[in-house]
């Protein structure tokens, strides 16, 4: 940022932060103006992770640049808080980890008692490209697609795996304990039918880029 300041080019700024920020869930694809409403859902003093308090202190920096220089630095300043993309490039999280440790390891590992909201990269670089050209500071929730439980998801992705290569990949599920840290992160509605969730995989090209991808990483080696 400092360099492009530097150059004096007045462009839009983007800046890429987390869901990870909040410790509840807060609609989706809404634009908050965090002047009037500060931290909607969200306690500064407590941040979830040392991951959410660098994400926040890069996000007041901007609010603070903005809030007493007036906007002069940038046309637009865009904080963007995606909820846990999955797509191509992917090589962690959850949709990554299931994919490959059931090609691998024939086993599909899932947290009990967990819900996840996944989100597509395509998804995110859509709403990205509708900010482009318009001006001033705001800050967007980016989630969609799936809200599900982490069993179902699993169920849904060892039925991808199974569709996906003909059968040649048959995982076990294996359960783990709960994960308490992302037990609130939820929307309120939540699909618990694999077979609605394997139906979205299924049509999502950026499941099935990843899920080839993974393929070329593990050489076709399988579990």
């Known amino acids: 940022m400092?360099?492009?300041l530097a150059s004096g080019i007045k462009t839009s700024l983007f800046y890429y932060s987390t869901s990870e920020v909040y410790w509840s869930m807060p609609s989706p694809d809404i634009y908050i103006d965090e002047f009037i409403v500060p931290g909607i859902g969200i306690d500064y003093s407590n941040p979830r992770a040392v991951y959410a308090a660098g994400k926040l202190y890069a996000e007041r920096n901007l609010a603070d640049r903005e809030r007493f220089f007036?906007?002069?630095?940038?046309s637009a300043v865009n904080i963007i808080r995606p909820f846990n993309v999955y797509g191509p490039g992917q090589r962690r999280?959850?949709?990554?980890?299931?994919?490959?440790?059931?090609?691998?390891?024939?086993?599909?590992?899932?947290?009990e008692d967990t819900t996840r909201t996944l989100t597509s990269l395509s998804y995110i670089s859509g709403k990205t490209a509708d900010l482009l050209g318009k001006r001033g500071f705001r800050t967007v929730n980016m989630f969609n697609g799936i809200s599900t439980d982490m069993k179902t998801l699993a169920i849904a992705v060892k039925k991808f795996l199974a569709w996906k290569y003909d059968g040649k990949f048959k995982a076990d599920l294996e359960a783990l304990p709960p994960d308490a840290s992302i037990r609130y992160r939820q929307s309120s509605e939540i699909i618990r039918d694999p077979d609605t969730v394997f139906e979205m995989l299924k049509s999502s090209s950026d499941m099935n880029v990843l899920s080839e991808e993974v393929m070329t990483e593990i050489g076709g080696r399988h579990g």
Not at 70 to 74: H, K
């Open 2 to 4: 400092t360099a492009l």
């Open 70 to 74: 007036g906007g002069s630095d940038f």
């Open 93 to 111: 999280g959850v949709m990554y980890s299931m994919l490959k440790s059931g090609m691998t390891e024939g086993k599909i590992r899932y947290s």
